[in-house]
């Protein structure tokens, strides 16, 4: 059971286009991370968000943490093909010490 | 590049055998989780390591165990396997317990039962 409800859960665009996924929970988390995972290699952090509301800018993604801290989007400009992966988004609360994954997004971005 | 290796890549066994997966994490870190990845899923937790000892365990059965070294590298144990086991398996490594710690992804161990 996946605590952490990723949307889609698969997106194919054409390069140049935006998109937004998004990554929403009914529990709230001290921070969420979001990853990049292509396939045959694990998971690699593109950002932390902490802060409810926070917004991070990492290039052409843009990360935003709800105000309640219990969802969180990630919005990429002009995507490449370069983006295609997997990306998960992953929730820390302040009770445990580990990490509890979304299924993720699969992005297939076209030429 | 990480600096998180995880052996084997790959490994097949047959249902009911035991397999050992190892996890060599970043040099400096003491913490040590690890995670199943079965196929279209996010990870999902399968128990965390600090200073050799456990710190914390997902909804595993006991014949998922785990070791950590004085080194802090770690390894994973299933033993009596099913073919639901198969599943890429996935070791991070951070440098301490704590909240928006960073953790390190090793390439994964892809684990076949047949």
């Known amino acids: 059971t996946q605590l952490l409800e990723q949307s889609p859960q698969f997106l194919s665009i054409q390069e140049g286009e935006n998109l937004t996924v998004y990554c929403n929970s009914s529990s709230v988390f001290s921070s969420l991370q979001w990853y990049r995972q292509e396939p045959g290699e694990g998971p690699v952090l593109l950002v932390t968000v902490v802060t409810g509301g926070e917004v991070k800018k990492l290039k052409r993604l843009t990360f935003q943490f709800g105000d309640a801290r219990k969802d969180s989007s990630l919005h990429i400009t002009a995507a490449q093909t370069g983006d295609t992966g997997l990306y998960l988004c992953a929730g820390e609360n302040n009770n445990n010490n580990d990490m509890r994954f979304g299924a993720g997004t699969r992005l297939t971005v076209k030429p | 590049e990480t600096g998180v290796t995880q052996s084997p890549t790959h490994l097949i066994k047959t249902r009911g055998q035991q397999v050992t997966l190892r996890c060599s994490s970043q040099?400096?870190?003491?913490?040590v989780s690890w995670y199943q990845q079965a196929l279209g899923q996010g990870p999902q937790f399968i128990f965390q390591?600090?200073?050799?000892?456990?710190?914390g365990r997902g909804n595993f059965p006991p014949r998922f165990s785990g070791l950590q070294f004085p080194n802090y590298s770690s390894e994973l144990n299933v033993n009596a396997l099913e073919l639901d086991d198969s599943a890429l398996y996935l070791c991070?490594?951070?440098?301490?317990?704590?909240?928006?710690?960073?953790?390190?992804f090793g390439q994964g161990t892809r684990l076949t039962v047949v």
């Open positions: 390591y600090y200073r050799e000892e456990e710190n």
């Open positions: 040099s400096g870190h003491n913490t």
């Open positions: 991070a490594s951070s440098l301490a317990l704590g909240k928006n710690t960073e953790a390190f």
